[in-house]
């Protein structure tokens, strides 16, 4: 049973970082592209990045690039997405997904960016 556990989130001022990350278990952790997507108030889900098996390749919504940093240990079956700079628009309930927008999610860790 494929298992995704999200932390790291809080409460952060603006231009503030966070490091999120997203323990996988229960399926082969290394063979799977993995991405990072969020869901702000009101809104629908949206896809922040992405990052291939290997760790080689990894992919941005123009939103984010040049501030948020995803990675992977495949060692620690670990995820990881380091956020810089982080602004209000930012705010968002973030979840680690196998796969993409349609594969299967953690419960999600809540980021609030605000004065």
């Known amino acids: 049973q494929v298992q995704l556990e999200e932390s790291g989130g809080g409460l952060v001022q603006p231009g503030g970082s966070l490091r999120l990350s997203c323990a996988g278990s229960g399926y082969e952790f290394s063979v799977y592209f993995m991405s990072w997507i969020r869901q702000a108030p009101g809104k629908g889900p949206e896809w922040v990045c992405d990052?291939?098996?290997?760790?080689?390749?990894?992919r941005y919504i123009d939103a984010v690039k040049g501030r948020f940093t995803i990675s992977r240990d495949n060692a620690k079956k670990t995820l990881y997405l380091q956020m810089n700079n982080l602004k209000p628009e930012d705010t968002a309930v973030y979840y680690c997904a196998r796969g993409g927008l349609q594969g299967p999610r953690g419960p999600g860790t809540q980021v609030t960016v605000s004065s």
């Open positions: 990052i291939t098996s290997s760790g080689e390749r990894t």
